[in-house]
């Protein structure tokens, strides 16, 4: 028996003497979207699982990966708990229900890599779209518009707490910041907790621009004084532990449970892009989690970089510098699951011993299809993760919009990833002499499309098609004379099963 685990039999063991209790029917779960990419994600379109280990499950073998049998369960509760349901009301879940034994207490939001850019930092003029289509994919052209509607979904479906997980800002820009800042309070209003970290973007960047024209020039960033100054009444006020070291905190969210939100960015005395904890940072973790582990809770750490090698490409930047010392940490504390962001990819992964704490990363809600998480948390400690996609279509509608983009942003948000996705890699490919336009532009468009189905953690929908693609073959010969090679390879082998759903017992 587990550290909390042996807490928790001799708290309760004094009321089990006086109370025998059975297994209560229960039906239970929510209904996170897991749409494929051309269909709608907007939709609650797959239904929540059930299993006694965490595991992810396998559809395109048509059976789960790891030990156990999942079945489908419906987002309503016979019992009366709070379950979240899209605004929409839809799933998919077929009218199935399954009697199990445990009760919903709490369920939380969770977005990452919002990447918010004020509008009075930009005419939207030539140098700004040249930034916007030979980026990374997000969509900072309407990221004033999925940011509000993203909080009219949440204060929708009121969660008992909305977490964002970094990178808050496009270039850590001051008047981006306070602008955001301004919009969260509604939530806070509506009753919501909201909990934020500061990701690499956020502090101390001196990328901080605005756009006019041709021009990029330099925006006011924010220092970390700043920052908290800035969300001091989203989380940092609330805490009821605050590492003086870092922007680290502990809040309370329940009788049970304490989100660990941890500053794993480096920003003194300039951003960088890898995470990393400060030595000083750990001894209050352990200190945080021992406290824990006595008060009989359940600790949920968050933070912006990934705690495990979910990339094997990005590893240096995305995955915390030495951070078997963190999952070492977690796993004598008998901590299950870690939220991250960072690296816009939606994905899932245990530690390597296959027994330790999970990870969920989700995407960036900037980048379609623009998901964010939602985590349950049950009362027989375990955990169900799952993702939606802002309904940017309905919030235009409700609001007057004319834009075409807003307003059919389902038909808009896959070729605008893939058009920026072609980008990529046809800029990559012309550094490579003798390869025919032909070949690079064959190898671009299924570069495109793949990295597309990755972003949104359903790659191993077109495996097969990429695998006997003739631009895949390109890609092992002509392409690994480019920085993309690899990582094509990369995608096809990780293209295993849905990163989009995970249980977590």
Known sequence: MKRKQWKRFLTCAGAAALLTCGGCSRTAGISPSDTKPEESQTEA?????????????????????????????????????QILEK?????????QEEEVSYQIIEN?????????FDPSLTDYGPRFQEMVEYGDGKVVTYIDEITDAFLEEVIQLRPNALILSGDLTLEGEKKSHESLAEKLYRVEEAGIPVLVIPGNHD??????????GEQRLPAEYTTPEEFRRIYRDFGYDEAISEDVRSLSYVYQLDEEHRIMMLDTCQYRPVAKVGGAILSETYYWIEEQLEEAWEEAMDVIPVAHHNLLEESKIYVDDCTIEHGEQLVNILDEWDVKLFLSGHLHVQHTMRSEDNRGVWEAVTSSLATPACQYGVLTCRDDGSYQYGTWSVDVESWAREHGRKERDLLEFRKF??????????NQSMTALNAVPDIPEDRKKQMSDLYARLNYYYYQGTAY???NEVLSDPAYLMWLNEGTLT???????????????DYNRLIVD
């Open 461 to 463: 929908q077109i495996k």
């Open 45 to 81: 379109s797959v239904s929540g699982t059930e299993a006694e280990t965490g595991t992810n499950i396998d559809e395109s073998a048509g059976e789960t990966v790891g030990e156990t049998v999942f079945s489908p369960t419906v987002p309503e509760s016979s019992s009366g708990e």
């Open 203 to 212: 502090i101390n960047n001196k990328r901080a621009a605005r756009y006019e």
């Open 108 to 116: 939380i939001i969770l977005a990452t890599d919002i990447h918010y």
């Open 413 to 422: 948000q896959e070729p605008f990833l893939r058009r920026v996705f072609y």
């Open 87 to 95: 605004p929409n009301g839809e799933s998919d879940d077929g009218g």
């Open 483 to 497: 920085v993309l090679g690899e990582y094509v390879e990369y995608i096809v082998s990780d293209a295993v099963h």
